[in-house]
């Protein structure tokens, strides 16, 4: 049974651009959350992904957006960099219940 | 917006000693209270979770202790081995339907050994 892949791990980019981060959920499962957890914080909540269809959106701009894939694999798009969106990137998928099951995410620095 | 509230910040323990995390919630409907751990350079791992049918959960040395009239719940980690060092998150269920999240702030357990 694999687990929750993240790609890439390390990305850095410039504050204005445009980044896409992709998820591999578990084998068997049909739900995809995102989270972002900021350095020597918690996670938050961005968004989750049900069969294709967002479930639930957590406070963040319309910039973050996402998609899933027939096969629950998802991205997370993010327009228009900002300084405050360097963070941790968080992919986690679960079978509907609260049995997450994180991957061990994207470091994402913006410059 | 849901707040969970974790203390301490910061933790250091001697091997063998108990460690103590504790978690305050403010919606009473959840049903649900995990802990989770989380080694540098990983995404956090779910470690126990409860139900509020019950006070108490052990699994191996660890244990969740459940006050649902005080709207707490703690982590303990008996026996702290130097391997336990980690942050650990407690979380609550959002108040919105679904299975999301709401994460405490991290407690950051150093175990000397």
């Known amino acids: 049974e694999t687990g929750v892949t993240q790609s890439p791990t390390h990305l850095i980019k410039t504050r204005g651009q445009q980044v896409t981060l992709r998820c591999s959920s578990q084998?068997?499962?049909?739900?995809v959350s995102w989270y972002q957890q900021a350095l020597g914080q918690g996670p938050q909540f961005i968004f989750q992904?049900?069969?294709?269809?967002?479930?639930g959106r957590g406070n963040f701009p319309p910039r973050f957006s996402g998609l899933q894939f027939p096969n629950y694999s998802s991205e997370l798009n993010v327009n228009a960099l900002e300084l405050d969106d360097s963070a941790l990137y968080l992919c986690?998928?679960?079978?509907?219940?609260?049995?997450?099951?994180f991957g061990s995410g994207t470091r994402l620095t913006v410059v | 917006q849901q707040q969970v509230k974790q203390s301490p910040q910061s933790l250091i323990v001697q091997k063998g000693g108990i460690s103590i995390i504790n978690c305050a919630y403010e919606?009473?409907?959840?049903?649900?209270f995990p802990w989770y751990q989380q080694f540098p350079g990983k995404g956090p791992a779910l470690l126990i979770a409860?139900?509020?049918?019950?006070s108490e959960k052990k699994e191996g040395r660890f244990t969740i202790s459940f006050n649902k009239s005080a709207k707490q719940f703690s982590l303990h980690i008996m026996d702290s081995q130097p391997g336990d060092s980690a942050t650990y998150f407690c979380?609550?269920?959002?108040?919105?339907?679904?299975?999301?999240?709401?994460f405490g702030a991290g407690t950051i357990l150093r175990v000397k050994s």
């Open positions: 986690a998928s679960s079978n509907s219940g609260y049995g997450y099951t």
């Open positions: 084998s068997g499962h049909n739900t």
């Open positions: 992904y049900y069969r294709e269809e967002e479930n």
């Open positions: 919606n009473t409907a959840f049903d649900y």
């Open positions: 409860i139900r509020p049918d019950v």
């Open positions: 979380a609550v269920p959002r108040e919105d339907n679904g299975n999301k999240l709401v």
